[in-house]
């Protein structure tokens, strides 16, 4: 696990390449404490600057940039490859060959060196990003793994191309163009997140997951993609071949045991929910030694589960570590996220997140996570519940439909509040506006996909943009999903191409590295994901219960009784913090002379949902946190990172 950042430029530069490439590499330290390293193309203004998180082959064989045996190409790599022995031993047999060391970063290269670049990845397992100088064909080249576990920034910036794990590595140069893209803010506003393949700056992108780059010397200013991995494809092309449970069982075990490889101390995130737990049984049968599990607890009951944890761990035999949280300490978290998440994410769970990464830390520097679970195998409670209203909506004619969908688009806020209140539906503390608003829009989606996106989101479109100043014309989410599919397995797909990639992994990354901590996730190794994906819908789901499959197989390491019960989630009470604890920092990021000043965000908008969550007349916390995120990272964005 580390971090990278590179430049590439069309004319000389009135700076010090070298200084600029320490610059970058130093402003992502914390994906990569144990080595850094820079490399100049001796003709061309290009560079590449690595820091390195020290996992496989501690020794200084696993420096990077590092270049090819044949010196055809300098590579530059964030993430782990699991399949790198099997690669290794298929490259020796085809030829004898001396290797200076075991990482999986001289594994690349060689079967770059043997089948090129495009082959090469198509080979990986694993979670990875990686940037290529391929001198032969003059061309920059870079991919990122199927789902994104990994991130990787690029984009032209004038005559420069800037790339790298993290935005703020590419803030680091001189060039950087710091326009903030108002569409994008528009859609983080929506879902949390800034959307694949948009972000926050203008002249930036995200690589989507399971695409390859190239940037060509002929062909300067363009960067050319292609797809070599998508979900619905690789799920179509596979035999059809009949799946099961124990199938799925013989496909995590592999997983999990590829992923415990490790040269340093390794352990588990444990919930004591499905699916950690069967992570960690996973782990502990495969183990001859006590595997180490991390959870942590919260002084507020409503939000803790470390019990539950404490119950798996003992049955399991784990060495447990658990630590009890405070408000005071999760609080303690806020000023870092800014920084943290290096452009605007408001998933708050981002807090605990955090806190449970720099516990392992103290102990290990890889964990593995359950993450993937809700959305291969079901498990999220909306589904049952949208799949439901959706069948309902279909029953109303068409016509009906889209003209209280026109009518809800005139309505004004206290329109829409007096309706609520004939409806029975207005309470105090609950965003019945919100809810009254969405379902009149949800009204007018013409396919499944557009409806769920509803309940993806804090605001409808049309209230982005209201928020959002000059950002008409703003789309949904790129994610569509099939339409040939049933709704359950349709909000599967939705969830893991976009959810988990723009939301999750982001958290889970940026949280781990921040305490420079390596985390895997099992269930989103390749092979999992498309066995998962062909199993029948009824293996996984039924009657309005999810993860069929995985508790039957958890079944096999963990009684049902210390598993069954209502999920908590990873939460903090961020709606009483907003009107109390975080009240006055609150107050200063939504001062309505500064939002004026700034232009980007509608102020009696956002003064009227602050009035009224503070007096409980609605429960806005959701929509305040995505816009207090915003107005924390806008006032960062001129420090560094601590």
């Known amino acids: 696990m580390c971090g990278f950042a590179g430049f590439f430029a069309r004319v000389q530069g009135d700076f010090n390449c070298s200084e600029v490439l320490t610059a970058m590499g130093n402003a992502i330290r914390h994906r990569g404490p144990d080595d850094a390293g820079i490399w100049q193309h001796p003709h061309l203004h290009l560079g590449f600057s690595h820091r390195r998180l020290s996992i496989l082959d501690l020794s200084a064989a696993g420096h990077q940039p590092m270049l090819s045996a044949t010196g055809r190409y300098t590579i530059i790599f964030n993430g782990e490859i699991y399949n790198h022995l099997s690669l290794r031993q298929e490259v020796e047999t085809q030829g004898a060959r001396l290797w200076a060391g075991h990482s999986d970063t001289e594994t690349l290269l060689a079967c770059m060196d043997r089948y090129g670049f495009a082959a090469t990845i198509a080979k990986l397992k694993g979670m990875f990003a990686i940037a290529v100088w391929d001198e032969q064909e003059q061309q920059l080249l870079f991919a990122r793994d199927r789902l994104g576990e990994k991130p990787l920034y690029l984009g032209w910036c004038g005559d420069y191309l800037l790339f790298g794990s993290e935005l703020k590595a590419l803030r680091a140069h001189p060039a950087f163009d710091s326009r903030i893209d108002r ?50 494809a690789a799920v179509a092309a596979e035999p059809q071949q009949e799946t099961s449970v124990e199938g799925l069982h013989q496909k995590l075990r592999e997983a ?43 002084d507020v009951q409503e939000f803790n589960e470390a019990g539950y944890a404490a119950d798996v761990a003992r049955h399991l035999g784990t060495e447990h570590h658990e630590m009890m949280v405070s408000g005071a300490d999760s609080l303690a978290v806020v000023p870092r996220l800014s920084q943290m998440y290096d452009e605007p994410f408001a998933d708050s769970s981002q807090i605990p997140t955090y806190l449970v990464s720099a516990l392992a830390r103290q102990h290990v520097t890889v964990t593995l996570s359950g993450d993937g679970g809700d959305e291969l195998f079901a ?87 209201q928020l959002v100043l000059a950002a008409e014309g703003v789309v949904n989410s790129a994610n569509t999903g099939d339409s040939a599919e049933n709704p359950i397995t349709q909000m599967m797909y939705l969830d893991t191409a976009g959810y988990m990639t723009d939301d999750i992994l982001v958290k889970v990354d940026r949280a781990s590295m921040a305490a420079s901590l390596e985390s895997r996730v099992p269930m989103l190794d390749v092979d999992v994901i498309e066995y998962a994906f062909r199993m029948p819908l009824s293996q996984k789901y039924q009657q309005g219960t999810g993860k069929i499959c995985l508790r039957q197989i958890l079944d096999q390491y963990v009684p049902r009784s ?81």
């Open 379 to 465: 498990g999220y409670s909306r589904y049952p519940h949208v799949d439901a209203k959706w069948q309902q909506q279909q029953k109303l004619p068409a016509a009906l439909r889209h003209s209280l969908a026109a009518l809800g688009q005139t309505l004004l806020p206290q329109q829409l509040n007096l309706l609520s209140s004939r409806l029975g539906l207005q309470g105090a503390g609950n965003n019945t506006l919100m809810k009254v608003s969405k379902g009149l829009a949800g009204l007018a989606a013409e396919n499944f996909a557009d409806y769920y996106q509803l309940f993806l989101t804090h605001l409808t479109q049309q209230q982005s943009q």
């Open 256 to 298: 999990v045991q590829s992923q415990m490889i490790s040269d340093v101390p390794l352990g588990a995130f444990l919930s004591g929910g499905v699916d950690s737990s069967l992570i960690v049984g996973l782990m502990q049968s495969m183990s001859s030694q006590p595997v180490k599990t991390f959870t942590i607890g919260f």
């Open 562 to 642: 210390l598993i069954e019960r209502p999920k908590k989630g990873f939460g903090v009470p961020l709606a009483r913090w907003l009107r109390h604890e975080l009240r006055d920092w609150a107050d200063t990021l939504l001062d309505a002379k500064m939002l004026q000043q700034q232009g980007y965000l509608n102020v009696a908008m956002v003064s009227r949902m602050w009035r009224e969550h503070l007096d409980g007349t609605a429960d806005w916390h959701f929509q305040l946190w995505n816009i207090l995120m915003f107005q924390d990272w806008l006032a960062s964005q001129d420090t560094t990172y601590s």
């Open 183 to 232: 569409h994008a803010l528009a859609q983080y506003m929506r879902y949390s997140y800034v959307p694949t393949p948009r972000s926050i700056y203008a002249a930036i992108e995200k690589l989507p997951p399971g695409y390859i780059a190239s940037v060509s010397l002929n062909r300067p200013g363009s960067i050319d993609k292609t797809q070599y991995w998508s979900l619905p």
